[in-house]
């Protein structure tokens, strides 16, 4: 990952003037400058709603980068967002990230709906764009008919194209669901920051409207894919709400991800595949 050094007249309005920057590339593609941290913004409706989340939400046993306002009272200035500085790098201490991904849910349950989320993705697409598709796929009735009618080119790549089928023939295996939608961050994987002897910290909220275990079950199949995780991952949380179908929503989810996003790699397939197996087991 690279980034461009915060502009001048970012740092100024912000009240950073004096201070060099200090590339961050574990942190969003952020800069330190002193106890602050620049990171450049995606979408600017999120990383505001963020911002006003995060400057009074208390959780515990968690630290949170808190949002640092411009000399005007924005959370956002031409693409920049300022947050305090946190110590620590993301661990593969993945039964922690879950247990700070309950203890989070239990502080956010009483959010309302951001109004962007509500929104369809629409052309030309974005990474955010490509995140907000996989998790309406995982969920609708008929997996990516949305897309289809939207005229989304699907993959078409050997890998993205076997995740398609996988998640058709995981869509046949989902019942409904009674735990009730609540703002959720669907991307705690490699994001949560550990430090010695201090809480977890977390610099950002990714937000989604789904049910809390969700959450956790997308953890659980990051870090089975990815992490390195032991297989009694699976089993350790089983006691979670409808915990099975939530894993089924949650990996079909990442499957989506892979084959809509135009970063895939082929060599981060077969992973998910394994866990996609692993997950039709507990059905």
Same mark, same amino acid.
């Given at each position: 990952? =690279?980034?461009?050094?915060?502009?001048?007249?970012? /740092?100024?309005?912000?009240?950073? !003037?004096?201070?060099?920057?200090?590339?961050?590339?574990?942190? &969003?593609?952020?800069? !330190? +400058?002193?106890?602050?941290? +620049?990171?450049? *913004?995606? &979408?600017?409706?999120?990383? #505001?709603?963020? @911002?006003?989340?995060?400057?009074?939400?208390?959780?515990?046993?968690?630290?949170? #980068?808190?949002?640092?306002?411009?000399?005007?009272?924005?959370?956002?200035?031409?693409?920049?967002? @300022?947050?305090?500085?946190? $110590?620590?790098?993301?661990?593969? /201490?993945?039964? $922690?990230?879950?247990?700070?991904?309950? /203890?989070?849910?239990?502080?956010?349950?009483?959010?309302?709906?951001?109004?962007?989320?509500?929104?369809?993705?629409?052309?030309?697409?974005?990474?955010?764009?490509?995140?907000?598709?996989?998790?309406?796929? #995982?969920?609708?009735?008929?997996?990516?008919?949305?897309?289809?009618?939207?005229?989304?080119?699907?993959?078409?790549?050997?890998?993205?194209?076997?995740?398609?089928?996988?998640?058709?023939?995981?869509?046949?295996?989902?019942?409904?669901?009674? =735990?009730?939608?609540?703002?959720?961050?669907?991307?705690?994987?490699?994001? *949560?920051?550990?430090?010695?002897?201090?809480?977890?910290?977390?610099? &950002?909220?990714?937000?989604?409207?789904?049910?809390?275990?969700?959450?956790?079950? *997308?953890?659980?199949?990051?870090?089975?894919?990815?992490?390195? @995780?032991?297989?009694?991952?699976? $089993?350790?949380?089983?006691?979670?709400?409808?915990?099975?179908?939530?894993?089924?929503?949650?990996?079909?989810?990442?499957?989506?991800?892979?084959?809509?996003?135009?970063?895939? =790699?082929?060599?981060?397939?077969?992973?998910?595949? !394994?866990?996609? &197996?692993?997950?039709?087991?507990?059905?």
């Amino acid at each position: 990952m =690279t980034s461009v050094e915060p502009p001048e007249h970012v /740092r100024a309005t912000f009240g950073l !003037r004096e201070v060099t920057p200090v590339w961050l590339g574990d942190w &969003d593609g952020g800069w !330190r +400058l002193g106890d602050v941290v +620049l990171s450049p *913004v995606a &979408d600017h409706a999120r990383a #505001a709603w963020s @911002a006003k989340i995060r400057e009074t939400l208390k959780v515990d046993g968690l630290r949170l #980068a808190r949002p640092v306002r411009a000399t005007d009272g924005r959370y956002v200035v031409s693409g920049w967002r @300022a947050d305090t500085f946190l $110590e620590g790098i993301p661990e593969p /201490r993945h039964d $922690e990230v879950v247990s700070v991904s309950l /203890r989070l849910h239990q502080a956010t349950d009483k959010l309302e709906r951001p109004r962007f989320l509500v929104q369809p993705p629409v052309a030309p697409w974005v990474d955010v764009d490509v995140f907000v598709a996989a998790d309406r796929a #995982a969920w609708e009735a008929v997996p990516l008919r949305s897309l289809r009618a939207g005229g989304i080119p699907l993959a078409t790549s050997p890998d993205g194209v076997r995740s398609m089928e996988l998640i058709g023939q995981l869509a046949t295996l989902r019942k409904p669901v009674q =735990t009730p939608a609540q703002l959720v961050h669907g991307d705690l994987f490699g994001t *949560v920051l550990f430090a010695g002897g201090y809480s977890p910290g977390l610099t &950002d909220i990714t937000p989604y409207w789904r049910p809390a275990p969700w959450a956790a079950g *997308v953890i659980v199949v990051d870090a089975l894919a990815w992490g390195g @995780a032991d297989d009694g991952l699976l $089993e350790r949380w089983s006691d979670l709400p409808e915990w099975p179908q939530m894993l089924l929503r949650a990996v079909m989810f990442r499957l989506a991800v892979h084959a809509l996003h135009p970063r895939s =790699t082929p060599e981060a397939f077969p992973g998910l595949a !394994r866990t996609a &197996d692993m997950v039709r087991l507990t059905l």
